[in-house]
């Protein structure tokens, strides 16, 4: 495939609030549109998503191999760089081949994704996104191993790992809404088991990576009667392949610049369970996660409603969320259009 040319531009975009994990806060996600044209004048968008929190590429890094790559060879560039190219392609194919798939396709079921503060403040949360239509909860734990200085805006709970957070979500939205619980591998072994041990009465869906390693995982795993998902442990087909033996989690959660592109999704799906979840991700990313979380199907609820967190977006045609599902935009291609104005605004 011939390209006419090709763009990189870094940009960010702000949230609402901030965002709390155990790996600390943000207040704004950089991201990287690449945007390819080819000789027929058809555009691809794709998106990537530097990991900077967990030691991964840099933004000044993506950037740089990106613009050394032009939009076509993937091999040796990191796993963020990797998935904005096969996006971008994704993105062109269905663009020439006329592929109208997010008219055609089933919308996404999607989980809340409630962001740390104090009970109150994240059961509040939690009904308004129930109001919404949303019936499954992911609450992030492990924040009282945060630095207080990059927690100026967290109001620390009264007993620790978020047991009070769990019990105060769990009381709002019922008995019957599905609850998971992500703690960033913030969590030693001793303090995992102790915690998931007071968790199990409140009837959690699951565990994303309380710990960090397959082989404390495994562990866990057999000290628990809460189902874990990898995040951080499994990036690539070996490790998913290593976590299945050792029986070191039920599920995995997939991250497109995390594993490097849709293609290398759908291969950890095939060896273990996963659903997609975003890496607070942009417009062309969520669209991309979307069709990959409607390839995987299942019966787990998605965490690809992140754009509610955002205060302002860089699209004029994206996803829709809807009664807690996720609808792609019509059009071909991924559907995503690119608001000029809004991008310049938010360009880095």
Known sequence: MQLASVEVIPYALPFKEPYVTARGELR?????????????????????????LRGGATL?????????????????LS????????????DLLGKRTSNDAGAENEAVPCNATLVAGSPEAVAAEAKRWAEDGFATFK?????????????????????????????????????????????????????????????????IELAEQPVGGLEAMAELAASTSIPLAADESVATLAEAERAVA?????????????????????AIADVLPA?????????????????????????LAHGLATQRLFASTIASA???????????????????????????????
């Not at 191999?65 to 032009?70: F, K, T």
């Not at 796993?79 to 994704?90: E, L, Q």
């Not at 029986?247 to 490097?260: D, E, M, R, T």
Request: glycine share 12%; net charge negative.
């Open 28 to 52: 704004q996600r950089e991201m990287v549109l690449l945007r390819v044209r080819d000789e027929d004048g058809v555009v691809g968008l794709g998106e990537a998503v530097p990991l900077s």
């Open 60 to 76: 000044e890094q993506v950037v740089r191999e990106l613009e050394a790559a032009e939009g076509q060879e993937a091999e040796g």
């Open 79 to 90: 796993a963020p760089a990797r998935c904005a190219v096969a996006t971008a392609r994704m």
């Open 139 to 203: 609450l992030k734990l492990g924040t009282e191993t945060v630095k207080k200085s990059d927690m100026r805006t967290f109001l620390r709970s009264r007993e620790p790992h978020g047991l009070e957070q769990v019990r105060a979500v769990r009381e709002a939205v019922g008995s019957g809404a599905r609850i998971r619980v992500d703690a960033n591998e913030a969590w030693d072994l001793e303090t995992a088991k102790r915690t998931l041990a007071e968790l199990e009465p409140f009837g």
């Open 246 to 266: 050792l029986g070191a989690c039920a599920y995995s959660g997939i991250k497109l610049s995390k594993v490097g592109g849709a293609e290398a999704a759908l």
């Open 275 to 299: 659903y997609v979840t975003s890496a607070l991700d942009g417009p062309v990313g969520i669209a991309a996660a979307a069709r990959v979380a409607q390839d995987i199907g299942g019966e």
């Open 318 to 348: 994206e996803c829709d969320i809807r009664d807690g599902m996720l609808h792609l935009p019509p059009g071909p291609g991924l559907g995503v259009e690119i608001d000029e104005d809004a991008l310049q605004a938010h360009r880095l």
